[in-house]
């Protein structure tokens, strides 16, 4: 049973170009909604998280949006850039449990020039 | 560079044979976490470290798995008759008390032949 289910699976888009990704969960419980980027051969790197009782969150050009009732949330890369180009992965944990995330399966993005 | 380090960042070894990874988290976090990844797939979580007592682990964690965390310091991930099953990369993840954001680390990658 996948308890986060990310897409698409993979996505182009143009320099300047707003890619955005989605997630949809399951369980209820979780209270924390973090987005991780992965270069090929490194680990994920933490880019933005948010919580339940926020509906959207912005850092830099990367931005949260959250919809509790739905049960989603999405990541919007503004003005992508060719260097965005990677892995990007949504998680959920629940802060009442050890915190274990649980992972998408991965958004393959490229920024073309 | 987040502060967590691994070592080896790379293991190549025969079908059989026992390897053994080490992770170094950030100096002070109470936390550790090991995930694994395989190709085309999101981390999955494996076990749980608060200082040095593991406290959850995954059923993914077969009894050929063994992690330690002595001292509440450095953690170490030991697979055992290892088989090509296996091969993946192995993510280690440190998290400091009262906060919920993990940062992984480069991650170990096995091959088993």
């Known amino acids: 049973q996948q308890q986060v289910k990310q897409s698409p699976q993979s996505l182009i888009v143009q320099k300047g170009g707003i890619p955005i990704i989605n997630c949809a969960y399951e369980n209820t419980a979780f209270d924390y909604f973090p987005w991780y980027q992965q270069f090929p051969g490194k680990g994920p790197a933490l880019l933005i998280a948010?919580?339940?009782?926020?509906s959207e969150k912005k850092e830099g050009r990367f931005t949260i949006s959250f919809n509790k009732s739905a049960k989603q949330f999405s990541l919007h890369i503004m003005d992508s850039q060719p260097g965005d180009s990677a892995t990007y992965f949504c998680a959920a944990s629940m802060e009442g449990s050890q915190g274990n995330l649980i992972f998408g399966k991965g958004t393959k993005l490229s920024v073309k020039p | 560079d987040t502060g967590v380090s691994q070592d080896p960042r790379h293991k190549i070894t025969k079908r059989g044979q026992n390897v053994t990874f080490r992770c170094d988290p950030i100096?002070?976090?109470?936390?550790l976490y090991w995930y694994r990844q395989t190709l085309g797939q999101g981390p999955e979580f494996l076990t749980y470290f608060q200082n040095e007592a593991q406290l959850e682990k995954s059923r993914l964690l077969s009894d050929r798995f063994s992690a330690e965390r002595p001292k509440g310091s450095f953690s170490t991930l030991e697979i055992q008759r290892t088989e090509q099953g296996d091969s993946a990369m192995y993510l280690c993840?440190?998290?400091?008390?009262?906060?919920?954001?993990?940062?992984f680390g480069p991650g170990t990658r096995l091959t088993v032949l």
């Open positions: 948010i919580r339940p009782d926020v």
């Open positions: 100096s002070e976090h109470n936390r």
């Open positions: 993840a440190s998290r400091p008390t009262g906060y919920n954001e993990q940062f």
